[in-house]
């Protein structure tokens, strides 16, 4: 046995040896630790940064079925994620909510009949209960078409949802470890050698320490790292490459701006190109507007956006909002790179969106995750771990479907559910009456970040004075130390863009300051012998 010392944390054991050891701190690479630990496997989940620091914290922030993918035939993968929006929205109804989502008709772009044909398939693809279905729409009697130029006066509203992204790889972590899984973070897999009954894995922290685990069986979830994980630091008995698939990488950037309407409606707007983007309500105060496809060549983490794409995304919302958006008004942007899966298409937006796993048992069993994306996280874990226990000779059911993520089960604050979005709703009420003293906009985004898990930040606290010292507007030192205690929060970073999305809200000054709370964040995980 080994332990990981954590700065600001205590010790985190660190078994000889696993079941399964899961390289990845996506929402991947999360998910399926969290299914195979909750089936009783012994996980041990590797992550060379932070949680959701790369492709899964960068992403447009949606449960949707892909309503743009049936013009590709891609109608498995849109049943699928269909099936899995309200599956995903009753499980954590904190970090999650239904969207309704309008799409202004262009005559010159795809005739109406199509788009209703479009939106009546998307409605029926899959079972609904939450969702209400989809409409036309006169945009000079409705608020979506009130920021639109004139010309657009017929339009479509359908259902989708949003999440927090980055916080739902978190909670899936979060279930991992309290189901016994081992989460490591700032810890890199630097190599992986197989054997017939096991693994001998050998994991780096950044301060140079290495120590060994045996597992098993190995999960390649890294993601845009997938096929050089394979063809590098994982490799056979006889040090033959593993890797038989190749992904394309694909960078999705976005843009945000101060907000361009008042509604909580959501836009899709069809472009000349044949692409689409969105234009989303964000953080209250901003509109999120995305993505690109763009087919990169390198490393993963060279990707940024650039001025064209900034342009692009301005220029085809600009073609709808009476007030156009300019590269001026853009007060941040993020980019993440798609792994997506060689099938031999030209057009990058036309890969599929859709994932394969590859099981590989010649000997200590190997399963790679190519492709994927986060609608569809749960159920692509879910395959995992029956092909994980299948190889292992194991026959332990799945669990997750009906299970609720870490702070998603409001009843102990509003008794009996009904339905997602109106369960929050009375849990914010609630919230707003034990804890009258706080601030409402604090109050709303912690319930949104924290969900019934609010508890384990507030504490015993009756005043904001016991939430202690107010590092910068809203933050206070009792969330920090929760952050750091619970959520693996290691550095600025972690807490202001990816925890919370404070640092979208902060100063430049209010970001140092919080930052001055973390005056060791150069130091990583490191691994220790155990005394």
Not at 21 to 30: D, F, H, P, Q, W
Not at 127 to 145: C, K, M, T
Not at 221 to 239: D, I, N, Q, T, Y
Not at 343 to 357: F, I
Request: charged content about 25%.
């Amino acid at each position: 046995m080994t332990t990981v010392a954590v700065p600001g944390a205590s010790a985190i054991a660190l078994p000889a040896q696993c079941d399964v050891l899961v390289v990845g701190g996506g929402i991947n690479g999360a998910g399926i630790a969290r299914d195979l630990a909750g089936r009783g496997c012994s996980v041990v989940l590797v992550e060379r940064d932070d949680l959701a620091q790369h492709t899964s914290s960068s992403s447009t922030k949606l449960i949707h079925g892909g309503l743009r993918y049936l013009e590709y035939y891609e109608f498995g993968l849109v049943r699928k994620a269909l099936q899995e929006r309200e599956v995903l929205l009753k499980s954590a109804p904190h970090i999650m909510r239904p969207l309704r989502f309008v799409m202004p008709h262009d005559p010159s772009m795809r005739p109406a009949w199509l788009i209703g044909l479009g939106v009546f398939l998307y409605d029926h693809l899959a079972h609904r209960e939450v969702l209400p279905a989809s409409r036309a729409i006169n945009l000079r009697a409705h608020p979506a078409g009130t920021p639109l130029k004139a010309n657009y006066t017929k339009g479509f509203e359908y259902s989708d949802g949003w999440v927090d992204d980055a916080r739902l790889v978190v909670l899936n972590a979060l279930d991992a470890r309290t189901k016994g899984a081992s989460i490591l973070t700032r810890c890199e897999c630097v190599a992986a050698a197989r054997g017939e009954k096991q693994w001998s894995v050998t994991l780096q922290s950044a301060d140079g320490a290495r120590r060994s685990v045996a597992a098993r069986a190995l999960v390649n979830a890294a993601g845009p790292w997938a096929e050089s994980f394979l063809r590098g630091a994982a490799r056979a008995a006889h040090g033959e490459s593993l890797a038989t698939r190749s992904l394309r990488l694909v960078k999705g950037s976005h843009i945000i701006v101060p907000r361009l309407f008042e509604h909580e409606y959501a836009y899709i707007f069809q472009n000349p190109d044949k692409r689409i983007i969105f234009a989303i309500p964000y953080e209250v105060d901003f509109t999120l507007i995305g993505t690109t496809d763009i087919e990169i060549e390198g490393v993963p983490e060279s990707a940024h956006i650039d001025g064209d794409e900034i342009a692009y995304l301005c220029e085809q919302a600009s073609r709808y909002f009476a007030r156009a958006v300019t590269a001026v008004d853009v007060v941040w942007s993020y980019c993440g790179v798609r792994p997506l899966l060689d099938d031999q298409s030209g057009d990058a937006s036309a890969v599929t969106r859709d994932y394969q796993l590859e099981s590989n048992s010649g000997a200590a069993p190997l399963l790679s995750v190519w492709g994927g994306k986060i609608t569809t996280f749960r159920k692509l874990a879910e395959e995992a771990g029956d092909s994980i226990v299948a190889m292992l000779g194991d026959t332990r059911p799945a669990w997750s479907r009906g299970a609720y993520l870490p702070g998603g089960d409001l009843s102990g604050w509003i008794g009996r559910r009904v339905r997602p979005d109106r369960d929050f709703a009375q849990f914010v009420a609630e919230l707003g009456k034990r804890y009258a003293w706080l601030a409402p906009g604090v109050a709303y985004r912690l319930a949104r970040a924290y969900g019934s898990r609010i508890n384990l930040v507030l504490a015993a606290a009756r005043s904001r004075a016991d939430l202690g010292r107010e590092i910068a507007p809203g933050l206070f030192e009792a969330e920090l130390d929760y952050l750091r205690r619970e959520e693996w929060a290691f550095a600025p970073e972690d807490v202001l863009w990816r925890r919370t999305k404070l640092g979208l809200h902060y100063s430049r000054e209010q970001r140092a300051a919080v930052a001055e709370s973390f005056p060791n964040s150069s130091c990583r995980t490191a691994l220790h012998a155990a005394s």
